[in-house]
């Protein structure tokens, strides 16, 4: 009898325990292994950016590959369609479609559009300060957000938020905010494909005539 009784009071204090678990735990356990997982992907990206005054957009098609290799396609808006940007772990190669022309900076390989990739998310998330995890709940759905400090100077970009689908666990949504907390730039993140296989050569450098 006393031994029934020992065994139910272990599973109780069990059970209590898990009941003290926080809320979301699990699923920013996932998040945090899904982004440490993080290989390669494909994705369609809309680009917000907010300024003083004038709001801009575009949309580029995103190729990434770890640690630090991607491949940017713009789709619009028309008088930058076609325009590719390749950082192959050495240097920049940028196409320019309109002049047929590519030039290419070495030993670079910051641009205005790399601090928007989940991959350079997951660079920020793993090697800088402690990041604050949070649910947030649109209507029916439910998202991960993870926000993390940019590393740098720019008072424009301070912080990112990055929002993932908690059912489907992919990034759909980042946020850069500047040092006051506003948005300056929003990216949605379409057709998310995780860990997707790539073709080595869509990272190489190429000559205008070839394209």
């Known amino acids: ?63 990434f590959k770890y640690p630090d290799r991607y491949r940017l396609e713009t789709v619009s808006p028309d008088d930058k369609r076609g325009k590719i940007t390749i950082y192959d772990g050495y240097g920049i190669w940028i196409y320019n479609p309109q002049i ?3 030039y290419t900076m070495e030993n670079f390989k910051e641009v205005e559009e790399s601090g928007m990739f989940p991959g350079y998310f997951a660079k920020n998330l793993f ?12 209507g029916e759905a439910e998202y991960i957000t993870i926000k993390v400090l940019i590393p740098g ?31 300056t730039i929003t990216v949605y993140y379409r057709d998310f494909k995780y860990n997707e296989e790539l073709d080595e050569d869509i990272f190489k450098r190429m000559v205008a005539e070839s394209l």
């Open 153 to 183: 100077t720019n008072p424009y970009r301070k912080h990112q938020i990055l929002y993932i689908d908690k059912e489907k666990m992919i990034p759909v949504k980042m946020e850069v905010l500047d040092s006051s907390g506003n948005t």
């Open 100 to 102: 047929n022309q590519t």
């Open 127 to 138: 090697s800088g300060e402690e990041a604050v995890y949070d649910i947030m709940r649109d």
């Open 1 to 63: 009898m006393k031994k029934f009784r020992l065994y139910i009071l272990i599973i109780l204090i069990i059970i209590l325990a898990q009941g003290c678990s926080k809320p979301g735990e699990d699923d920013f356990s996932k998040a945090h292994k899904m982004l440490s997982g993080l290989e390669s992907y494909t994705t369609t990206a809309e680009i917000i950016i907010r300024g003083n005054k004038l709001v801009g957009s575009y949309i580029v098609k995103q190729h």
